[in-house]
């Protein structure tokens, strides 16, 4: 028995031995991989430097067509070479780590702690693919997308692509903590077969040994613990940033979703929970489904319209104006809760328990300073009792039916009777004092509020007036200095007041203040009276700076006045257009109102010559102009740090606007800039340009462009509605420069409008060419047929027109336009002030600028 058991023993410890010179040879190849996934790695990151990061460098320094910019590359490829730099440096310590101590773990601990620029480089991570998927999509970008396949192509690249490459980095991180993990878990199971087969050794030289070993793997161990745990935390932080720009996004496509919305985006708010709730208001049984958005201090409630939300309502997550309680109802399948502010009150219903559960937890730790919730009940609306749930009068108890009619108590919300409710009194918290119907328990607690809270009232109302008195006299001593400013007219109760900024039918939004009588009534500035429900009372906003309301801002720029809503924006641009200042911005976007009359003093030589010669770093100092926009786009243009990159100039607006004087302001600017720094053209103050005489063909092109005009605004404008000039087309006007100077472009027509030229609207006209030519040609027959001599061609407003052109437009042998069905359709055939054969003749002129002959 002795031997069997001895040799079971030793069979025991060979086994032992075994296994564990196994996940030793494991833990030595795992730490092997350690180190060939990281030369893989540096591999990967020295491929992309040289295959595609340098490349595009030099291409970047080479400007092009579909070539990207040196910013954009940077984007593309940011903190990669210092990613590569650390990396190196970790390759060359884990392998003389591995050679010389035969362990790696150290390694990790160290270099996670420097390792932070990866959070920058997986934040950036996703706008960067969304970038590289733009430009490899996009039809200009052509010589880039060749270079990708030449690259892709490259036989060190094994086929990957470069978005492959981007990812690495992001990927690297969670496969050293999988990596320190198995190791850990390696480790662990060495560490308690060394430990049993010490206990079971009985010699002292190999216990020793043994004990030896075994301090060495428990050493090991802490080691990788500690380096898992310092690249988990890498790991973690990275994580957490991810999730942040994932709930920023996430606020945005709420932000986007929601008509009627408030800006949404702010630091540290997120979406918490979501999801279609059943709520019922004053207890009428009713219930309509919406949609609920709980934030982190706000709840939004929302109905579906089409793809969107139409918001209802949003409530502040306060502690002392928001309530949430659960409702306990001995139905089955009612799942209720209560949701109450200072305006709004109603009861939602969910689907299951866990559901309410879990909203009203959510509500409730996200509701500030719980702790501190007063315990008032004329802080909230009350909530009505449901009529459905009550048969009896919650005080006497009598059983309502045809003649004992419920009745609401409008302080607690329960149902009485109308015995129970006779008292009429005014609630706590309501700004308009009205009387209301309130229980008998109600109106002992609110009579015991008013004696105790009245004296306390009244010498509030006492000092109040003492200090509005005050004010009063120290507001008239500064008007009395400044009675020459502007502000003289504004009066003290004015700048003393709290503007809001409510809607108005005709201006959209109006600065207004509260009337002091009423809580829903405001008085605008227009002394217009807007009534606004308590549903949206929350929703008004506070004007930003209330000298905006009465004063526009000088200089133009929007953003600078601090203007950042839009009803101040659009306050602001009245105010700005009632001066005739009819240029204001907001950064790099220009906005202009159509005056409807001339503004000579904007437009002489004396403001052009301004924004000739401002450098680009006063350029934007200027005043709001499409002087400004175009100087702006034109110095990017040729900026050094831009690598003369393209630059486009959008001029949109409804007809009417004045986008096509826009235009031509735009190209004028451009013409002379063009003139000017090629030929160093000299300006003289409050005089024309002095030019050349001989002209080049550089400056045939600047005029060919500027002198197209009549030509599209004959064959694609036409008279409607609100405007006489209408253009009924899109264009797309494409200049190319060389060093500076025009030195060809094109006009590009788009989507005309064909069925004007067979129908037209009730007091609208065909297009203007229509109109020239019939006009041309009555003038051009009686030429024809009378013989009269060169003066009464004069006469006839044909003076300088070929004779050929006379001839083809007497053969024509038109009648006048009200005998044309296509032009006699909308009862419109002349346009006040407007000479038709003279627009003709202009027309003519444009076509021979543009290179057209008689023939």
């Known amino acids: 028995c002795r031997m069997a058991k001895e040799g079971q ?95 790696i773990a150290p390694v990790y601990t160290k270099f996670a702690k420097e390792l932070r620029i990866y959070c920058e480089y997986t934040n950036c991570h996703d706008d960067a693919s969304g970038m590289l998927t733009k430009f490899l999509q996009d039809p200009e970008y052509e010589t880039f997308q060749h270079f990708i396949n030449i690259a892709r192509a490259n036989p060190r690249a094994r086929g990957e692509t470069l978005s492959s490459f981007l990812i690495r980095p992001v990927q690297v991180i969670p496969r050293y903590r999988l990596l320190l993990a198995e190791m850990l878990k390696l480790l662990i199971r060495i560490r308690k077969l060394e430990q049993d087969k010490a206990q079971t050794e009985s010699r002292m030289s190999a216990v020793r040994a043994d004990a030896a070993e075994a301090h060495a793997v428990e050493q090991e161990q802490d080691m990788v613990q500690t380096a898992l745990e310092a690249v988990s935390g890498l790991a973690e932080h990275i994580n957490e940033d991810l999730r942040a720009s994932e709930r920023r996004r996430a606020l945005v496509k709420l932000e986007e979703s929601l008509i009627g919305a408030p800006p949404l985006v702010v630091p540290g708010r997120y979406i918490v929970r979501k999801g279609y709730l059943n709520a019922s208001e004053r207890g009428s049984g009713r219930k309509k489904r919406y949609m609920f958005h709980l934030l982190t201090d706000l709840l939004i409630y929302s109905t579906k319209k089409g793809w969107k939300f139409k918001m209802k309502g949003i409530m502040r997550l306060t502690s002392d104006g928001f309530r949430v309680e659960d ?222 309301v009465f004063e526009p801002d000088n200089s133009g720029e929007l953003l600078m006045a601090q203007v950042s809503s839009h009803a101040s924006v659009l306050h602001q641009i009245r105010l700005r257009y009632q001066k005739d200042w009819i240029y204001s911005c ?125 030509v599209l605004e004959a064959f694609g404008n036409a008279k409607t509605l609100r405007n006489n000039n209408s253009s009924r087309f899109g264009k797309w006007l494409t200049l190319r420069f060389r060093g500076g100077a025009i030195k060809s472009g094109s006009i590009t027509t788009y989507l005309l409008e064909k069925t004007r030229v067979v129908h037209q609207p009730n007091q609208e006209r065909n297009y203007h060419i229509f109109y020239q030519i019939v006009a041309a040609a009555q003038a051009a027959s009686e030429i024809a047929e009378n013989k009269e001599s060169s003066t009464t061609s004069e006469k006839k407003g044909l003076n300088g027109v070929e004779e050929e052109i006379i001839n083809v437009l007497a053969g024509l042998k038109l009648g006048p336009a009200h005998t044309h069905e296509y032009l006699n359709q909308s009862g419109c055939l002349k346009l006040k002030g407007v000479d038709e054969i003279e627009s003709f003749r202009e027309t003519l002129d444009s076509l021979k600028k543009v290179g057209f002959s008689v023939e």
């Open 9 to 103: 023993r030793m069979a025991d410890m060979a086994q032992e031995e075994s296994m564990s010179m196994r996940l030793k040879r494991k833990l030595e190849l795992k730490r092997k991989e350690c180190v060939t996934v990281e030369e893989n790695y540096v591999r990967a990151l020295k491929l992309t430097d040289e295959l595609y990061y340098r490349p595009l460098e030099l291409l970047a320094s080479h400007s092009g067509d579909g070539v990207l910019g040196a910013n954009e590359v940077s984007l593309l490829f940011r903190n990669l070479r210092q990613l590569l730099e650390k990396h190196n440096e970790q390759l060359k310590a884990l392998k003389t780590s591995l050679r010389t101590r035969g362990i």
């Open 327 to 548: 409702v306990k109802t001995s139905k089955p399948g009612k799942h209720k809760f209560l949701i109450a502010t200072a305006q709004k009150a109603f009861s939602v219903q969910t689907e299951t328990k866990n559901e309410k559960d879990q909203w009203l937890n959510d509500v409730k730790e996200f509701i500030s300073d719980p702790q501190d919730r007063r315990s008032s009940e004329s802080m909230f609306a009350p909530i009505w009792q449901d009529n459905a749930e009550v048969t009896q009068c919650n005080s006497c108890k009598k059983t309502f039916y045809l003649l004992v009619r419920k009745h609401h108590c409008r302080m607690c919300g329960l149902i009485f009777c109308a015995m129970c409710t006779k008292s009429r009194l005014p609630i706590p918290g309501d700004p308009d004092r009205l009387l209301q119907r309130v229980c008998g328990g109600c109106s002992i607690k609110i009579r015991e509020k008013v004696r105790k809270t009245g004296k306390d009232e009244r010498e509030q109302e006492k000092k109040k007036k003492l200090s509005e008195e005050l004010f009063l006299r120290t507001l008239s001593a500064v008007s009395q200095e400044e009675k020459h400013s502007e502000l003289a007219n504004i009066t003290l109760i004015d700048l003393k007041a709290v503007w809001y900024w409510v809607p108005d039918p005709l201006h959209i939004y109006l600065p207004a203040k509260r009337d002091p009588g009423s809580r829903n009534k405001f008085i605008t500035t227009e002394n217009t009276i807007v009534r606004v429900p308590d549903k949206d009372l929350p929703m008004l906003t506070e004007v930003e700076n209330p000298l905006m």
């Open 586 to 710: 907001v950064d790099e976007i220009l906005i202009a109102m159509n005056p409807l009359h001339l503004l000579p003093d904007m437009y002489t030589n004396r403001v052009l010559k301004k924004y000739l010669k401002a450098d680009p770093l006063t350029l934007p100092t200027l005043p709001p102009h499409p002087w400004r926009a175009a100087a702006l786009a034109y110095s990017n243009m040729l900026s050094e740090r831009a690598q003369q990159r393209k630059e486009a100039i959008i001029i949109t607006g409804e007809s009417g606007s004045g986008k096509t004087e826009t235009t031509k302001l735009v190209v004028q600017f451009l013409g002379f800039a063009s003139s000017a720094r090629e030929k160093s053209l000299s300006f003289q103050e409050n005089k024309q340009l002095v030019t050349n005489e001989d002209d080049t063909e550089d400056t045939r092109v600047e005029e060919r462009m500027m002198g197209a005009g009549p």
